[in-house]
């Protein structure tokens, strides 16, 4: 039995995410802000494991005790393999250095890193005593390898999680586990985070003309079209632990 840990899977990919595996017959435990009925009601149609879990990654003493729970809960069932998909994500503040206000920092490196490894880092422990295979999926960005003015933090923390990544991937072949961990970009898809960037100032952000213009061209790449490349990939079972996967590459 599988089961799959989507952060975010109440919109955008991560929504895209949980669907496609629903198709895949894999168990959903879904964690957000809100919750999207859609994907309950598949899954329940489709006869699997779904639960919601309500938390705000923002706020690290809620992701401890969320996820213990669902670790608790999940391991438990002693399943064959977990996925677990660190999706959500915030580009908020956009802004320049010296003109940030402090919260938004704080909470966009809590739900873009912090968050994941505090996560990851559960679940590996959780599968030491047990023969539950994790596969981590740290969702990424281009931004993460390219400075882009106005996302500082956003690229900060993004290149964080791709290293974080390829760290935690070295310990696990060292300590000869089964687990991977890998990140992915998954380009530049119509989701709510693009109309986040669109409603930016030109102030604040340089490109805006040029992510108006991607939209306004059709330039966008669909969410279920990158869901699908990557639930492709990780279902393959020949994922390469620590490497940074690109979405351009999957869909040559
Ligand atoms: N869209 C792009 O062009 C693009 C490009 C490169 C990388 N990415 C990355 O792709 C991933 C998915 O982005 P998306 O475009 O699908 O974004 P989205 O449509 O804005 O969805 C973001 C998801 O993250 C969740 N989330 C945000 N803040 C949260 C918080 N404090 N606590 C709990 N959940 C939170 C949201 O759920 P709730 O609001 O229900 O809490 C939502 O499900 C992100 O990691 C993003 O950085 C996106």
């Given amino acids: 039995m599988k089961y799959a840990v989507i952060t975010g899977a109440s919109k955008g990919l991560g929504a895209a995410i949980a669907k496609r595996l629903i198709h895949e017959q894999i168990s959903i435990v879904s964690v957000s802000r809100t919750e999207n009925k859609e994907i309950k009601e598949l899954a329940l149609e489709n006869d699997l494991y779904y639960k919601h879990y309500s938390c705000n990654l923002s706020l690290e003493n809620e992701v401890q005790e969320v996820f213990m729970e669902i670790a608790h809960s999940l391991f438990q069932k002693e399943p064959h393999e977990i996925l677990l998909f660190n999706n959500a994500g915030v580009v908020e503040p956009i802004e320049t250095v010296g003109n940030l206000d402090q919260t938004p920092i704080i909470s966009n490196i809590q739900v873009n890193l912090i968050a994941p490894i505090l996560i990851s880092n559960l679940f590996f422990n959780k599968a030491q005593s047990t023969n539950t295979k994790v596969q981590v999926i740290n969702v990424s960005s281009g931004a993460a390898v390219r400075p882009i ?104």
């Fill in 149 to 252: 003015e106005g996302w500082s933090v956003y690229c900060s923390a993004k290149a964080g999680i791709n290293m974080f990544t390829q760290t935690a991937a070295l310990e696990q072949v060292e300590l000869k586990t089964n687990n991977t961990i890998i990140a992915f970009s998954p380009g530049i898809m119509d989701t709510n985070m693009q109309e986040t960037i669109r409603s930016s100032s030109k102030t604040a952000f340089r490109d805006l003309e040029k992510f108006i213009e991607y939209k306004e061209k059709n330039m966008l790449l669909a969410a279920d079209v990158v869901a699908d490349a990557l639930v492709d990939l990780v279902l393959s079972g020949n994922v390469e632990s620590g490497k940074v996967y690109n979405i351009k590459d999957l869909l040559e």
